[in-house]
């Protein structure tokens, strides 16, 4: 059963415009969320996260916002750089279970064209 | 300096051998992980351990015994493998258990022959 799902295994943008991402959940109880970026023959790295007393988060070029009725979070890159080109993982779990697993999706590989 | 090491960073063996994987943090966390990311890219938690202590086992086979000496280190022995245990495995670590930004090692991509 896969409750984080990233329906678009790829997207490509040009360099300066604008970058989303998209991830969906089916876990009510999911309370926290996290993306990850993770470059090839790397392990994945910590970009943004969000609580769900959110619906958004920024830092930097990246925000990170959350539509808890839908089930759905999205990623903005803006402007996108070509060092954006990497693998992003949408990851979620339950804080309030007292369960510290993280749940990710399969990932989108999003390429940057200059 | 490599905040979460792993080795081998490729490994390649027999159906039916044992082996291990080793990992170490230096960031001086409590919490470490084990994530198998399959042909399909699921990256699935497998163990978690704090302060050397397991707390977290997903249905995990018990081919796979992780072991901990310290809390900067936390290994993976395999035994008797299969054909389906070739993946990529990445060890992590958080600073505490309720630390939810994890410090992912680079990967040991294993292959069973």
């Known amino acids: 059963d896969q409750q984080v799902k990233q329906n678009s295994p790829s997207l490509s943008v040009q360099e300066g415009r604008i970058s989303i991402l998209n991830c969906d959940y089916t876990?009510?109880?999911?309370?926290?969320f996290l993306w990850y970026k993770k470059y090839p023959a790397e392990g994945p790295t910590f970009l943004i996260s969000?609580?769900?007393?959110?619906d958004k988060n920024e830092d930097g070029r990246f925000t990170v916002f959350l539509n808890k009725s839908a089930k759905h979070l999205s990623l903005h890159i803006v402007p996108s750089q070509p060092g954006d080109s990497a693998v992003y993982f949408c990851?979620?779990?339950?804080?309030?279970?007292?369960?510290?697993?993280?749940?990710f999706g399969t990932g989108t590989r999003l390429t940057i064209i200059p | 300096d490599t905040a979460v090491s792993q080795t081998p960073k490729y490994l390649v063996t027999q159906m039916g051998n044992d082996k291990s994987i080793k990992c170490e943090q230096n960031?001086?966390?409590?919490?470490m992980y084990w994530y198998k990311q399959d042909s399909k890219k699921f990256l699935k938690i497998m163990f978690s351990?704090?302060?050397?202590?397991?707390?977290i086992n997903e249905t995990v086979p018990n081919r796979f015994s992780p072991k901990s000496p310290d809390k900067a280190h936390l290994n993976l022995h395999i035994n008797s493998l299969e054909l389906g245990d070739s993946a990529v495995y990445f060890c992590?670590?958080?600073?505490?258990?309720?630390?939810?930004?994890?410090?992912f090692g680079p990967g040991t991509r294993l292959t069973v022959t």
């Open positions: 876990n009510s109880m999911f309370d926290y």
């Open positions: 960031l001086g966390h409590d919490t």
């Open positions: 969000i609580s769900s007393i959110k």
């Open positions: 992590a670590s958080s600073a505490t258990v309720a630390s939810y930004e994890q410090y």
């Open positions: 351990y704090n302060n050397k202590e397991l707390i």
């Open positions: 990851a979620a779990s339950d804080m309030l279970s007292g369960n510290e697993k993280l749940t």
